[in-house]
């Protein structure tokens, strides 16, 4: 007897009726008949999500002799509940859904089984905002919130969301077109070479100028909040420092309207973090420079960045540009300015 895709789900769950993806795959085939009881797909849908609940309550379980932890059953049930809010909601249904659930208490159910889920905040932010576990955000911090979440996930490398497989690029672009004004988003689209975003193309170079212009926004502010963090100015004038460090390393570019060398760039950093000892190592390979009003030769520009490198050292190594260094990668870094220093090679030795 030739069976067809929906039949073979119907009798694998008389077989395992606990089994969260046959029922999802049935919902995809429109529902069916299990057990002589007519389940439309929405219900199908539910009868997925209230078994990943469930699964998620005891800890995670197996399924399709696959593992799941707790976060990804929660997560699982909440992609359900995104794509039935995203279909306007769910009636009541006898032995399912018990009541109406509107498209926005669906991503607030949605997000209240998995606050990371960027897609949930996006939608919620296109209902206004809402309440999520107790805390109220309006329909502007939803978007930070899904912009936050969008970043996040392209830090890790991306990921799935919505259904969907995103790249880094991807993300950051998304959550650069929910918070144009997300620095951080910024900063990481440069290092992936930039993108297009609301329909513009922007290069490495032209992200760092984002940034450098919204971080020294927030410095003149006293400070400020960048997806949905809080920085102090001192952090903002370290950020800023960041921005125009790497802008100079593309060969400078325009900020706030001002067009800047790559050496200018450099200025601009040391200004203000004179401890990013990156700025000095680049300023010195541009002949030298003045920095809050005083000269500094090449030779100068290097004796600053091995006494910044030294310090940081001392403290067991810290972030520079962006970028964490070890005690021992800081100790080379020394060590390329000046081959000669003899203490420094012995501190190297130490550090295996």
Not at 6 to 33: R, T, V
Not at 78 to 89: D, T, V
Not at 151 to 158: F, S
């Amino acid at each position: 007897q030739n069976y067809n895709s929906k039949e073979c789900f119907i009798n694998a769950l008389l077989s395992d009726p606990k089994n969260p993806c046959l029922w999802s795959y049935l919902a995809a085939e429109g529902g069916g008949e299990v057990r002589s009881k007519s389940y439309s797909s929405q219900a199908c849908q539910i009868k997925a999500a209230d078994i990943w609940c469930k699964l998620a309550s005891e800890g995670g379980g197996e399924v399709d002799g696959w593992g799941f932890s707790r976060e990804q059953c929660n997560s699982a049930a909440a992609e359900i509940w995104l794509m039935c809010g995203s279909a306007g909601g769910t009636r009541s249904m006898q032995g399912t859904c018990r009541q109406d659930h509107s498209s926005k208490e669906c991503f607030i159910k949605a997000l209240s089984l998995d606050r990371k889920n960027a897609c949930a905040w996006s939608c919620l932010a296109g209902q206004g905002g809402g309440e999520v576990q107790g805390t109220s955000y309006s329909g502007e911090a939803c978007q930070i919130k899904a912009a936050t979440e969008w970043c996040n996930l392209g830090a890790g490398g991306g990921g799935e969301a919505d259904g969907q497989l995103h790249s880094s690029n991807d993300c950051y672009i998304k959550a650069l077109s929910l918070d144009p004004k997300n620095a951080c988003a910024w900063s990481s689209l440069a290092a992936k070479g930039g993108g297009e975003v609301k329909g513009k193309n922007y290069g490495s170079a032209s992200c760092h100028s984002k940034a450098a212009a919204i971080w020294s926004s927030l410095v003149a502010e006293g400070g400020g909040e960048v997806g949905g963090r809080s920085y102090s100015r001192e952090e903002c004038k370290i950020k800023v420092a960041t921005a125009w460090s790497h802008l100079g390393a593309h060969g400078g570019g325009k900020v706030n309207k001002e067009n800047y060398s790559s050496k200018e760039c450099y200025i601009k950093a040391l200004s203000s973090d004179p401890r990013n000892a990156c700025a000095w190592c680049n300023l010195a390979a541009e002949g030298g420079g003045q920095v809050d009003g005083q000269n500094y030769s090449t030779e100068q520009c290097r004796s600053k960045a091995a006494t910044t490198w030294s310090c940081l050292a001392a403290e067991g190594g810290g972030v520079v540009d962006g970028q964490k260094y070890s005690r021992k990668e800081c100790y080379s870094k020394i060590l390329s300015l000046d081959p000669k220093n003899a203490c420094v090679w012995s501190y190297l030795a130490t550090e295996g």
